[in-house]
């Protein structure tokens, strides 16, 4: 009875979906995401409905509690996950706003199965890895795919093939493969060919190795990307070919571009798309006309074109505590990139530690630009307000998120008179809490997943810098965070001139704040980075880098 009503649910699950699921070899962090996106980047242009889901095998539950230093930023989608940061990858590249289920852990497959064990849902059976995790794993894929009308769905298993923790994912890929049959499924490896100065020559066996790997999981991947410093020549990959049982066209190299937007342009040159649709037999599908086409990727074209110019150029430093990884800042910094390339400059970002006083060592004096991103904790944060001080004195133009809109008002009110102004998130004791924390979030005792999350609305107050930008009364942003500008404070002020320019819809919480009299002085409460895309950057980041651009021209002498 079990087996015929798994098999029941399993077929109204089923739909026209076709999946493309994306492994990795060799080492990690050689672009799986970005090749997964490019994939689908392509698709895309071919008029086909594309999502995407990350695979995390690591045992968190979301991404929301890992140290930036170890896995990067953590993106959140609209609906409130706080998710891996190859889902902004997806989401840049494919123009599209994925929902939080498409980021899946082996956190949230036990808990959900060992959940279904207390409930009773097995019927007293031993709970095992196969099938129940297998199929659970199966389950939350179909599910992220019935979310949506889509045509294809990429899934990038994170790690790489050997690794202990991708072990009942690697199957339950396999028996996906299995269940939704050849034509609707394949795999595509992702391999690193180094080059071995010393004997002047590529070296092809990491990628045999891993590709043996993975087939003996029972998977034979019907791609190989072959990842490299440089291009790799024909002789080469025809060797891949052989020992990999793949065939010529199948494998494809990426060697390293100067943006990573160019990746779709390159993996198209080699035919990627053409590959695809023949292998999965796309051009079959009902009510589409798919033909590949190169030309249909001009308009990419034109935006990595944008990211390339070399002049005029200008500087913009991000002022945190995470510059060590650049990945803490991946989707602000993207976002920078896409805005540079609307308004047709060059773009050059510079780290600035906010451990340091960077006003004694004069790093700050080279910019155009002032960014602080969001952040936690009290370590970096007087660094922060010196480069909001540095900004206002200077009529540098300055950008504060999050955090950063936090020290812009706590750097405001010093200056006014209330001197030992902080947040209650760094010292509880201050005089003057002009942030102070979310009166839901003080009973809250757990960590992860319990701040304020996801896509708010926004009021705007015309006649400012921000409705200027957006050309909106009500716009919608993507919020992570627990403390808030203190309303008990709100009175005085903006008595001293600071402009409360969005706020929610009931005027209780404020989003935006500003400075009328400074070229450009904006904070705002959420995070616009996340909807940036490098077809359609994001109208603050427009506004700003613009600003920026013109303290460039009008500097440029004194430079």
């Not at 699950?13 to 492994?23: F, G, P, Q």
């Amino acid at each position: 009875m079990n087996f015929i009503s798994n098999f029941i649910s399993y077929v109204g699950m089923m739909n026209l979906t076709k999946y493309i699921i994306i492994t990795g070899g060799v080492v990690s962090s050689i672009g799986k995401g970005i090749t997964s996106a490019s994939i689908g980047r392509i698709l895309r242009s071919y008029g086909l409905k594309v999502g995407a889901i990350k695979i995390d095998p690591y045992l968190n539950w979301d991404s929301g509690t890992l140290n930036p230093y170890q896995h990067g930023e953590v993106f959140v989608t609209y609906d409130g996950m706080e998710t891996d940061l190859d889902l902004g990858h997806y989401e840049r590249f494919l123009d599209v706003e994925l929902p939080g289920i498409a980021n899946i852990t082996t956190g949230k497959v036990y808990d959900s199965v060992i959940n279904k064990e207390r409930n009773g849902d097995f019927l007293g059976a031993c709970v095992q890895i196969i099938p129940h995790i297998t199929d659970e794993i199966k389950e939350m894929i179909r599910k992220t795919s019935n979310s949506d009308d889509f045509d294809i769905v990429l899934v990038e298993l994170g790690g790489t093939v050997g690794d202990i923790e991708s072990q009942p994912f690697l199957e339950a890929l396999r028996q996906l493969r299995n269940e939704e049959g050849h034509d609707n499924v394949m795999f595509v490896h992702v391999t690193f060919v180094p080059y071995l100065k010393a004997a002047g020559e590529f070296k092809t066996k990491p990628t045999q190795h891993s590709t043996k790997e993975l087939r003996s999981t029972g998977i034979s991947p019907d791609m190989i990307v072959c990842r490299s410093q440089e291009p790799i020549d024909e002789p080469l990959k025809r060797k891949i070919a052989h020992f990999c049982d793949v065939p010529y066209d199948a494998v494809i190299n990426t060697p390293d571009a100067s943006t990573i937007y160019e990746v779709p342009l390159v993996m198209d040159k080699e035919n990627v798309g053409q590959y695809i649709v023949d292998r999965l037999k796309l051009d079959e599908l009902e009510g589409l006309d798919v033909n590949p086409d190169s030309s249909k990727l001009d308009s990419w074209r034109e935006v990595v074109k944008s990211l390339k110019k070399q002049d005029p150029e200008i500087s913009i430093g991000i002022v945190g505590k995470y510059i060590e990884l650049e990945d803490s800042y991946m989707s602000i910094r993207e976002a920078l990139q896409h805005a540079a390339a609307n308004i047709g400059v060059k773009l050059n970002v510079k780290f600035v530690n906010s451990d340091v006083n960077n006003l004694k060592d004069g790093t700050l004096s080279d910019l155009d630009g002032i960014l602080i991103p969001g952040g936690f904790g009290e370590r970096g944060v007087e660094g922060k307000l010196d480069a909001v001080e540095y900004a206002i004195a200077n009529n540098i133009p300055i950008f504060g998120i999050c955090l950063g809109m936090h020290s812009m008002v706590i750097q405001f009110a010093r200056r006014i008179g209330l001197e030992g102004a902080n947040s209650s998130e760094f010292d509880e004791n201050n005089p003057y809490p002009v942030i102070d924390m979310m009166e839901e979030q003080k009973k809250i005792k757990q960590m992860g997943g319990t701040m304020r999350l996801g896509s708010y609305d926004c009021k705007l107050q015309k006649d400012t810098k921000a409705y200027d930008a957006y050309k909106q009364d009500i716009i919608k942003e993507r919020h992570r965070h627990r403390f808030e500008f203190n309303n008990e404070f709100k009175e005085e002020l903006t008595n001293n001139g600071l402009i409360l320019s969005g706020s929610s819809p009931d005027d209780f919480l404020i989003e935006i704040v500003e400075l009328p009299d400074h070229p450009w002085f904006l904070g705002c409460q959420f995070h616009p980075e996340f909807k940036s895309r490098p077809n359609n950057a994001h109208p603050l980041f427009v506004s700003f880098v613009d600003a920026a651009y013109e303290y460039s021209k009008n500097h440029s002498e004194a430079k």
